[in-house]
Nanobody, 132 residues
Framework: QVTLLESGGGSVQAGGSLRLSCAAS????????MAWFRQAPGKEREGVAV???????TYADSVKGRFTISRDDAFNSLTLEMSNLRPEDTAAYYC??????????????????????????WGQGTQVTVSS
């Protein structure tokens, strides 16, 4: 059973920094992608940053230059370094992963790596609040 457990959320002032971590366990194979998503109240869940199995990284335009995603080689941990935080970054942040089976890879081709619909494993979320 795959488990993703986030930590590191909190409250900061605008311009501050936070580091989110995700401890992953239970994968039977190497996930195709691991990612961070976020969801603010009343808004849809949106992709923040994705790192693929080959190391390819994708960022949402809104976080480019401010956030950095990384993982360990064993896919046991995923990190999101966030700097120059803004009030609009306030949201619940979720760690997610998608498996490497054929159906998952086909979904990625159709919907792209930033679409939450392709991810089959999710953490419970951690809250980030940025005050102005």
């Amino acid at each position: 059973q795959v488990t993703l457990l986030e930590s590191g959320g909190g409250s900061v002032q605008a311009g501050g920094s936070l580091r989110l971590s995700c401890a992953a366990s239970g994968f039977t194979g190497t996930p195709w992608c691991m990612a961070w998503f976020r969801q603010a109240p009343g808004k849809e869940r949106e992709g923040v940053a994705v790192i693929e199995r080959d190391g390819t990284i994708t960022y949402a335009d809104s976080v480019k230059g401010r956030f950095t995603i990384s993982r360990d080689d064993a896919f046991n941990s995923l990190t999101l370094e966030m700097s120059n935080l803004r009030p609009e970054d306030t949201a619940a942040y979720y760690c997610a992963a998608v498996s490497s089976d054929a159906a998952a890879r086909a979904a990625i081709q159709v919907f792209g790596v930033m679409n939450p619909a392709i991810y089959n494993y999710w953490g419970q979320g951690t809250q980030v609040t940025v005050s102005s």
